[in-house]
């Protein structure tokens, strides 16, 4: 009984604070904090900054069964829950260090997991279209339930029983395949090639200019997908790409440190020639303190 209530504990603890949840998807979802959110019979399993659980959904009527009987060798899911109505389930892999998707990420550890998922959800005969935003709560009692494993994976730890080939790392995403970390890639490949073109017409313009063009283009291949990410995840995304490109700009990059040196001379001048004149030290004559002269004649100098 310890060992379960420990796994579930692993499960709860890593749910966002304020996650989406619902006791019925056709009704729609609610934000709600967690400790209300885990009285509900669905749950937003994953921030969308950070990437804790892999979530497969699986239709099959025996899914629970079939993993135990026809697939042999996949790597075992920490947690199977599932509807004793009629069999299907969600498989949940724990990750030991979550995916981070902010404007500091890098692109390729995204893209590796993606990778590491989309041959994951093809050897357990996963729904494709299934998003990953809402899963069945491991801990609501409607739901049947099991923990099987209780230690998380790595990605290498799930790669290596996958045999992933670099054909399929490197594999570009197509919108209408994208799911889950899958938008993250397909939006920063399918931008970055449009940016490295189109950066050309902001060399005489601004960086920020540059990035709201370049937060526009995510946007707009972002409203492609089924379910589209929230505009602060595409907004890191576009970040990473405008940053990225800008400083790989030669031309773009130049024109800045000689904007910044520019202004740097004016503002040089400005205070040499343009300010206020010096005034000497006139206290001094006078035998009295600095502030005593400010206090008498200052502000008859101003």
């Avoid at 505009?231 to 000689?258: H, L, M, P």
Wanted: hydrophobic fraction near 35%; proline fraction near 5%.
């Amino acid at each position: 009984m310890q060992q379960l209530a420990q796994g579930f504990k692993q499960f709860t603890d890593k749910l966002p604070n304020k996650p989406y949840c619902s006791d019925d998807l056709y009704l729609g979802l609610q934000v709600r904090p967690k400790h209300l959110a885990l009285l509900k019979r669905y749950i937003q399993p994953n921030h969308p900054y950070y990437t804790h659980f892999f979530v497969f959904d699986l239709d099959s009527p025996s899914a629970y069964v079939d993993y135990f009987y026809s697939m042999v060798g996949v790597p075992t899911p920490n947690l199977i829950i599932e509807n004793p109505e009629n069999g299907h389930a969600h498989f949940i892999y724990q990750l030991a260090t979550p995916i981070y998707n902010t404007d500091a990420s890098k692109p390729k550890p995204i893209q590796y997991a993606n990778a590491v998922y989309m041959a994951l959800r093809d050897v357990l005969e996963a729904d494709k279209s299934y998003s990953g935003l809402i899963t069945k709560n491991a801990v609501h009692e409607h739901w049947r339930s099991n923990i099987l494993r209780e230690q998380p994976y790595t990605l290498d730890q799930l790669s290596e029983r996958l045999d992933l080939t670099a054909k399929q790392i490197n594999k570009e995403i197509k919108i209408d395949e994208a799911v889950g970390l899958g938008r993250n890639c397909c939006v920063f490949h399918k931008v970055r090639h449009w940016a490295y073109v189109e950066v050309r017409q902001y060399r005489s313009k601004s960086f920020n200019q540059w990035l709201d063009a370049v937060i526009a283009q995510c946007c707009s291949v972002n409203l492609q997908f089924t379910v589209p990410m929230q505009y602060n995840e595409v907004k890191g995304i576009a970040k990473s790409i405008a940053r990225w490109v800008w400083k790989r700009d030669g031309y773009c990059y130049q024109e800045f440190i000689d904007r910044q040196k520019r202004r740097g001379t004016i503002g040089g001048r400005k205070s040499k020639g343009g300010g206020r004149p010096s005034l000497g030290e006139p206290w001094k004559n006078m035998g009295i303190s600095r502030r005593t002269w400010f206090r008498k004649f200052g502000t008859k100098q101003a």
